[in-house]
């Protein structure tokens, strides 16, 4: 094996390639390591300041608040936006060629949501849902791109339905966009910018021959077949929808719980921001952003800092407890594949004693001669 390096016209050796490829490996293993690290000390640093200036009242009061009434409704609750998000993940996968049943997506879906919960940064769940379909499919590439789609399907609809919902009803992030409207235009320009400037280099990438180009088409026809498929949008909207409202039904059930009476009209905007929050990727199985946006909204509401920050914290036991299925899923699993390596494996059986066999080999191809040379025994 042969590498040009950009820039130079002396070819790599194999021993050269292979060290060059390992430290490219390294670098890309340690900007994955640093980037997980503040992805958790950024949850970390967002709930130790929260609990140094609201002190530690308000997570105490969190799970004091919390009854089996309540668990019940949000454990139902997180049922409804379980099934419809492994639905969700069906249409993508099958729009665009994999084969993904709704049991199946069902069980796996409550797999990465207690992952999820679980374990720190909050998308291990999600990872590991699409290495798993991919292996199992056969294409991990593609497994992985569509759970990726997937969840792009929701944020989206989560992100329109919240801007909308932010700048129609009167809220504290509408009334700073007023007291900065030039600058609120000004970001809204560059987003829309850098759209026009997205959709012109796919549009450039469209017959390009380059790896990048290549992938770039993929990622097209995949988005037009999973997600803007006649057979598939639809039902990804009124899913996305469906999982929307859910989230904003178990923070309200969260609110109710911890002794906020505010209207549904006022909270609504409040607790958007929150879920719009938890898309920063800061946090610690979900905690962090969350509970600073609840905290800041409320303030800036006319509200108490402290009880917005009890609902986040009533809201992030309410979806853990929703998602303790995964739990079961995973000891389920683990269990399967314990009894599956203790079964033992078949052994041919022995043959009959006093049996001979006897096994038929072609005869071998005498030696060419080659003229002129003289055949030395191996002895002399």
Known sequence: MWIFLPGSIEPLGPDAAYRTLRATEGIGNVTRSVWAWVRVSGGAAIIAFLAWRLGTGAFVEGLR??????????????????????WRWCLVARGMGLRLPLPAA?????????????????????????????RDTGDVGRGVRAVVLERTAG??????VGIA???????????????H???????????????????????????????????ARTGLTEIRTGLLAKRSWPGVVLASSVVLAGHLATFLVAARAAGSDASLLRLAPLMLLALLAM??????GGWGPREGAMAWAFAA??????????????YGLLAFVAALP??????????????????????????????????????????????????????A
């Open 65 to 86: 608040v919390i009854d089996g009434a309540t668990l019940a409704t949000a454990f139902g609750i997180g049922v409804a936006t379980t099934v419809f998000s492994a």
């Open 106 to 134: 069902v069980a796996d879906y409550y797999k990465a949501l207690f992952l999820n919960a679980a374990l720190p940064g909050g998308v291990l769940g999600d990872v590991d849902r699409a290495v798993q379909h991919g």
């Open 155 to 160: 944020q989206i609809v989560a992100v329109t």
């Open 165 to 179: 919902v932010l700048v129609t009803v009167p809220s504290p992030v509408l009334s700073r966009l007023r007291e």
């Open 181 to 215: 409207g030039p600058g609120a235009a000004l970001a809204a320009l560059t987003v829309a910018g850098a759209g026009v400037v997205v959709l012109l280099a796919c549009r450039r990438f469209r017959h390009g021959t380059s790896r990048v180009a290549r992938a």
């Open 279 to 284: 898309a920063v990727p800061l946090n610690i």
């Open 301 to 314: 509401a006319g509200l108490s800092a402290t009880q917005g920050l009890t609902i986040a914290v009533v």
């Open 326 to 379: 995964g739990a079961v899923v995973l000891l389920a699993r683990a269990a399967q594949r314990t009894t599956q390596r203790a079964v033992p494996q078949p052994v041919a059986p022995a043959s009959a004693a006093g049996k001979v066999v006897v096994v038929l080999l072609p005869p071998a191809a005498p030696e060419p001669v080659l003229p002129g040379r003289v055949l030395v025994p191996s002895g």
